[in-house]
T-cell receptor
């Protein structure tokens, strides 16, 4: 089936550790995105990528890093510099990054810092 | 950057009632999207609007692209328990989508 796969669904991290969230899509979409959602809140854009080997910061990029070495993959690393990383993380993709395209989401990953 | 404001923030209604929510922006949009998020899941696209004044339905859901191009409306008729969730509007900001703050809907039997 075509879609966006995020893993793991649940992740626990100790303070001071980096952790990487995986996002894979087989929709042949050029653009991919990472959003953060805090309980009861909306979606905030962390990073996005319109093509392979290129990405841009979103509204809350500090403490995060990404790579886009392959079209189908856009992993997100939550670094120890992220002061409050506990949240629900959503990966998404679209045909292209320009305005007007709908985007499709994965099922999300819950990250908890213990 | 652009901001999308949704209202109401939350709604508590009885099964069978109709629901109305809206989304406003600080600037003109040429596309409006409405998503629904079930608890613990990713948002799913409900309706896409591409033209000012456009009225589009998807089952019991109807959405409208405001004439001013700065707002959009979503209506749900005859609500059922599975309508529970968070409804987000979204619109393009250059090369990415921005999302509204969401309307949380709770339906009681």
């Amino acid at each position: 089936d075509g879609g966006i796969t995020q893993s793991p669904k649940y992740l626990f991290r100790k303070e001071g550790q980096n952790v990487t969230l995986s996002c894979e899509q087989n929709l042949n979409h050029d653009a991919m995105y990472w959003y953060r959602q805090d309980p009861g809140q909306g979606l905030r854009l962390i990073y996005y990528s319109q093509i392979v080997n290129d990405f841009q910061k979103g509204d809350i990029a500090e403490g995060y890093s990404v790579s886009r070495e392959k079209k189908e993959s856009f992993p997100l690393t939550v670094t120890s510099a992220q002061k409050n990383p506990t949240a629900f993380y959503l990966c998404a993709s679209s045909i292209a990054g320009y305005s007007g395209n709908t985007i499709y989401f994965g099922e999300g990953s819950w990250l908890t810092v213990v | 950057g652009q901001q999308l404001n949704q209202s109401p923030q939350s709604m508590f209604i009885q099964e069978g009632e109709d629901v109305s929510m809206n989304c406003t922006s600080s600037s003109i949009f040429n596309t409006w999207l409405w998503y629904k998020q079930d608890p613990g899941e990713g948002p799913v696209l409900l309706i896409a609007l591409y033209k000012a004044g456009e009225l589009t339905s998807n089952g019991r859901l109807t959405a409208q692209f405001g004439i001013t191009r700065k707002d959009s409306f979503l209506n749900i008729s005859a609500s059922i328990p599975s309508d529970v969730g968070i409804y987000f509007c979204a619109g393009p900001d250059t090369d990415k989508l921005i999302f509204g703050t969401g309307t949380r809907l709770q339906v009681f039997p």
